[in-house]
């Protein structure tokens, strides 16, 4: 079955720590990747596109085709990181999965 | 402002005593969505709409009823809420085919008691 998972469901981290949110997919073909985040009473957001190949917010996402991952990478975390991450492929054009969410505290 | 706006923000109903969230965009998005939110579980499409009067079952689409017959309207029906219905419900619109980017309300904070 076509699924998207994220070991965890909970991360901390230390500021300025690195950090690294993972994400699994079992998708066939190549879906399109996206990280949507979550601060605290706010609205989900795009974080970042794979197609972009960009960074925001210092954040960078690697898709390893031959693992099926899109692991999320900051290498110094910052308290105003603390948030919901989410991974979402798109594996066709009307269809967006999101996984499970990982929830990341930055401890000061 | 370009917005996804639904009401109502909370709700807190009876088994049985239908409901409607309704949820509205400006930005003239072809591609509307419902999702719901529960722990451990992430967001989970109930239903989504490519255009006008072009509506699609996601993966929980029972117990829930959908009409698209505006472009900026996409509201979500409960007809006979159930306790089991009790979650956070987000709706979503985007330009899928171009952007892939999904722009979410704030949210819709529902419980069936």
């Known amino acids: 079955a076509q699924r998207v998972t994220q070991p965890e469901k909970l991360l901390s981290v230390f500021k300025g720590a690195p950090v690294e949110l993972k994400c699994n997919y079992s998708?066939?073909?190549?879906?399109?990747l996206f990280w949507y985040v979550q601060y605290s009473r706010q609205r989900l957001q795009l974080l970042l596109r794979?197609?972009s190949r960009e960074s925001i917010k210092g954040f960078t996402a690697d898709l390893n085709k031959g693992e099926t991952s899109f692991h999320l990478k900051k290498p110094f975390a910052q308290e105003e990181d603390s948030a919901m991450y989410y991974c979402?492929?798109?594996?066709?054009?009307?269809?967006?999965?999101f996984g499970p969410g990982t929830s990341l505290s930055v401890i000061p | 402002e370009a917005q996804v706006t639904q009401n109502p923000r909370y709700l807190i109903t009876v088994t049985g005593k239908k409901l409607t969230v309704t949820c509205s965009q400006n930005?003239?998005?072809?591609?509307m969505s419902w999702y719901r939110q529960d722990p451990g579980l992430g967001l989970r499409q109930i239903y989504y709409?490519?255009?006008?009067?072009?509506?699609d079952k996601g993966d929980v689409p029972e117990g829930y009823k959908v009409s698209r017959k505006e472009k900026r309207n996409f509201p979500l029906i409960l007809e006979s809420p159930s306790p089991n219905q009790t979650s956070l419900y987000f709706c979503?619109?985007?330009?899928?085919?171009?952007?892939?980017?999904?722009?979410f309300g704030e949210g819709s904070r529902l419980t069936v008691l």
């Open positions: 979402a492929p798109s594996p066709s054009y009307d269809k967006v999965i």
């Open positions: 709409s490519m255009n006008v009067e072009v509506t």
């Open positions: 930005m003239n998005h072809e591609y």
């Open positions: 979503a619109s985007s330009l899928l085919r171009l952007t892939g980017e999904l722009f």
């Open positions: 998708y066939s073909g190549s879906p399109e």
């Open positions: 794979h197609i």
